[in-house]
């Protein structure tokens, strides 16, 4: 029996070795990939909102420090400029946000299992009438402080100066398509939830509005190439 252990025991090491992943070794690359956003809040009653694909794809530079002279292990670090839509219908009218950042997201790479924490400076907003083809603020209907009788004015929001900054887990794969001398095309995926609302609390021109700051979630599918160095 002892013998029997013995052989079952130096045929999984062997196979381990036959089938074990060469590291990879330091490299650096840059990466596209369009992301699919969702809203993830409560919605005013009359507004319907679905998943929006962002059109422009995130653009980076990505890097990658081994960790293990026998594994796929590594520390990675991408660097992007990030897009994330909302649309949405209001009164039978189509409107689109858009959201960018400067994202910095570091992370860890297993094989091809990756997972990080983005964090992402805010840098541009825009919010577009899709049906009239406008660039508009949100605007909400609210009395005048101090007015007798109550006078109903509208106040804009202002987002490009309210926006948050970005927190936001990701889990993800970065599968080698094609390889040569520790250079490599990947495909990347990976899936990620914000923590933070989209926009300051100061958006919004009354407290009760608050309850309709949104955060997302996006999956982002796109290629990567790594120059091994």
Known sequence: MKHILLFCLIGILTVSELYAEEPYPFSIGLSAMPRISMYNATSPADETH???FSGVP???LSIYVPASRR??????MDIAY????NSYTKSSV???RTFNYLTITPGLSYSFFTVGIAVGLPIGYQRKNITSGAVEEEGWSVIKSGSNPPEKITKYGNGK???SLLIEPRIGICYPVMSNNGSRLNVNANIGLMMNNLYKDEYYPTTNLQQFNASM???ALGVQYMFGL
């Not at 594994?71 to 990675?76: A, W």
């Open 217 to 219: 979630m996006s999956f």
């Open 82 to 85: 990030a897009t994330y839509k």
């Open 161 to 163: 100066d309210n926006m």
């Open 94 to 96: 189509d409107f689109a």
């Open 71 to 76: 594994e796929r292990v590594g520390i990675t």
């Open 58 to 60: 995130d653009i980076g």
């Open 50 to 52: 679905g998943m929006a």
